[in-house]
């Protein structure tokens, strides 16, 4: 079973993690609509979506609540990290690739960046 990193208490855990990502993702132009964090099950760590809003451009795109992210932009991802610093350069109106497993399968998913509206 995934768990967060190192999390006694698991829903006060995952709050933390969605509000880091957020703050994170602040800083970039163009808006997804997620929040990401990395999840560690046995020695590996991924990269999952905590939340996504329907209505977002994931949301729109069909990236789901517990999707694992394995590639973005044609990179792969191992890290929040990581996916933070391809999506600094994300535009409002970007149509980028973002690879996920869902439940042991991979999809390709084309997202169209919105505005971020934490700016």
């Known amino acids: 079973e995934n768990t967060p990193n190192n999390g006694n208490d698991e829903v006060s855990e ?5 509000r880091m990502s957020n ?3 602040a800083g970039c132009r163009g808006g997804l609509g997620m ?5 560690q099950n046995g020695d590996e760590t991924h990269v999952k979506v905590v939340t ?3 209505s977002s451009p994931a949301g729109k795109a069909g990236v789901r609540r517990n999707d694992r992210i394995t590639g973005f932009c044609g ?6 990290a990581a996916f933070l610093q391809v999506a600094r350069d994300i535009q409002p109106g970007d149509v980028k690739q973002l690879i996920i497993d869902r439940s042991g399968t991979p999809k ?3 997202v169209r960046a919105g505005a971020n509206l934490s700016e």
């Open 108 to 110: 390709l998913i084309l």
């Open 14 to 18: 995952v709050s933390d993690l969605v």
């Open 52 to 54: 996504v809003k329907s």
């Open 75 to 80: 990179r792969p991802i191992d890290s929040k």
């Open 35 to 39: 929040a990401i964090a990395d999840f």
């Open 23 to 25: 703050e994170l993702l």
